[in-house]
């Protein structure tokens, strides 16, 4: 998990109290642990997939994440129960975008920000997957644009704040890579649909800028805030 996302969250995460931080679509609830300790807060990770749930219980998550069926539009906790609500990469996922935003409304209590961690079209310009596998920025070209998703939160009452770049600095360990990107193959919704040969010429591609000792540059990845 990445430390520049610590800092970008200490600015918009309101102070802490004793109400838990929802994480929606929390799969196997990395980012659920990272807020947790990052930030001494209660955190209530939703996931819809039993199959997450389970590897995110095998992983001993800190006392304080609460782990739940659910899902973005039902969210099973009380109304202004929690005091923001963190997305990371889930928002492409949402059976209805709308119904979610209003279920957010719901659950967050007055001012409580939603958090949006998302690559969105038009804006996919620092992801150097991409340039290794052009069908995966097709895929991606295809999620919920800013005006959209701003649309549906706006019709749930909410308002944009502030949409801004966070640059995940730590390097790609190459000696990895090829493994960690036949691994994304089976789950990553921009890489499951290529055809094979696409997907091994864009590995062949990687392997050989490893192989030349080349730097994988940062991945920009942008966050939305609402309130
Ligand atoms: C790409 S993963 C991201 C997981 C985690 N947030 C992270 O950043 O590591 C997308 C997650 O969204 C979940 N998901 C799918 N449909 C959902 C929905 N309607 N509401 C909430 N989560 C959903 C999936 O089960 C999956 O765990």
Same mark, same amino acid.
């Given at each position: 998990?990445?430390?520049?996302?610590?800092?970008?969250?200490?600015?918009?995460?309101?102070?802490?109290?004793?109400?838990?931080?929802?994480?929606?679509?929390?799969?196997?609830?990395?980012?659920?642990?990272?807020?947790?300790?990052?930030?001494?807060?209660?955190?209530?990770?939703?996931?819809?997939?039993?199959?997450?749930?389970?590897?995110?219980?095998?992983?001993?998550?800190?006392?304080?994440?609460?782990?739940?069926?659910?899902?973005?539009?039902?969210?099973?906790?009380?109304?202004?129960?929690?005091?923001?609500?963190?997305?990371?990469?889930?928002?492409?996922?949402?059976?209805?975008?709308?119904?979610?935003?209003?279920?957010?409304?719901?659950?967050?209590?007055?001012?409580?920000?939603?958090?949006?961690?998302?690559?969105?079209?038009?804006?996919?310009?620092?992801?150097?997957?991409?340039?290794?596998?052009?069908?995966?920025?097709?895929?991606?070209?295809?999620?919920?644009?800013?005006?959209?998703?701003?649309?549906?939160?706006?019709? #749930?009452?909410?308002?944009? /704040?502030?949409? *801004?770049? =966070?640059? &995940?600095? @730590?390097?790609?360990? !190459?000696?990895? $890579?090829?493994?960690?990107?036949?691994?994304?193959?089976?789950?990553?919704?921009?890489?499951?649909?290529?055809?094979?040969?696409?997907? #091994?010429?864009?590995?062949? /591609?990687?392997? *050989?800028? =490893?192989? &030349?000792? @080349?730097?994988?540059? !940062?991945?920009? $990845?942008?966050?939305?805030?609402?309130?």
């Amino acid at each position: 998990v990445y430390d520049e996302w610590r800092a970008a969250l200490a600015e918009v995460l309101p102070a802490g109290d004793d109400e838990p931080v929802l994480d929606v679509g929390a799969g196997t609830g990395i980012w659920s642990a990272a807020i947790a300790t990052w930030f001494a807060a209660r955190v209530v990770a939703v996931e819809p997939s039993a199959a997450m749930r389970t590897q995110a219980r095998s992983k001993e998550l800190p006392a304080t994440v609460a782990l739940v069926a659910g899902a973005g539009e039902a969210v099973p906790l009380r109304t202004a129960s929690c005091r923001a609500a963190w997305l990371s990469t889930v928002i492409h996922h949402l059976a209805d975008l709308r119904a979610c935003a209003v279920e957010l409304r719901r659950v967050l209590r007055t001012g409580g920000p939603v958090l949006i961690r998302s690559s969105f079209p038009g804006r996919q310009d620092e992801i150097p997957l991409f340039d290794f596998f052009p069908g995966a920025r097709r895929v991606a070209e295809t999620f919920p644009t800013v005006e959209q998703t701003e649309r549906a939160f706006a019709a #749930a009452g909410f308002t944009l /704040e502030d949409l *801004r770049r =966070v640059h &995940e600095a @730590r390097g790609v360990d !190459p000696s990895t $890579l090829v493994d960690r990107l036949r691994a994304m193959r089976r789950s990553d919704s921009t890489l499951v649909g290529l055809a094979d040969d696409e997907f #091994a010429a864009g590995l062949a /591609e990687v392997e *050989r800028f =490893v192989a &030349e000792g @080349r730097p994988i540059p !940062p991945t920009g $990845l942008d966050l939305l805030v609402f309130d």
